[in-house]
């Protein structure tokens, strides 16, 4: 769609893309793409938070995540888990507020599908729910 049709049309555009499908969307040279959150979610389902853990020498746990530079420890595993996912979403959130920086350092662009994936989620349960621990050693 050109973008002067869809200003013309935003009501009947927002609503084809909630009820039927994303949109593409041209203006001048610039090409995007306009959809909703739930098909974002689906696009995302692939990819996956998964937490390597480590046992510590004072019998508490860290959990390291392999797809972020992010880590916690605690006594136990649940609660490196539920900190974890904390973190995950604080960094999600950071990472979007500076989108222009964060997005095109070389060592984080492989972090984005991950930022929206938590920002989308929006709830920390949710988050930790979608951590899987492997088990490591350090």
């Not at 200003?7 to 593409?24: A, G, H, L, Y």
């Not at 098909?39 to 480590?54: R, W």
């Not at 392999?66 to 900190?83: R, S, V």
Request: with cysteine; proline share 4%; charged share 25%.
């Amino acid at each position: 769609m050109n973008a002067t049709d869809v200003r013309k049309n935003w009501s009947e555009v927002t609503d084809t893309v909630i009820r039927t499908r994303p949109q593409f969307i041209k203006r001048t040279r610039d090409y995007m793409m306009l959809a909703n959150v739930e098909f974002m979610g689906a696009i995302l389902s692939a990819y996956t938070f998964t937490a390597t853990v480590l046992p510590e020498d004072d019998s508490s746990v860290t959990l390291s995540l392999n797809e972020l530079d992010l880590a916690e420890n605690a006594p136990t595993i649940e609660e490196a888990k539920k900190q974890l996912a904390e973190s995950i979403f604080d960094y999600a959130i950071d990472f979007y507020n500076e989108f222009a920086l964060w997005s095109t350092a070389p060592n984080r662009q492989s972090h984005i599908p991950y930022v929206f994936k938590a920002l989308i989620m929006d709830d920390i349960r949710e988050i930790e729910e979608c951590i899987m621990c492997q088990t490591g050693e350090n």
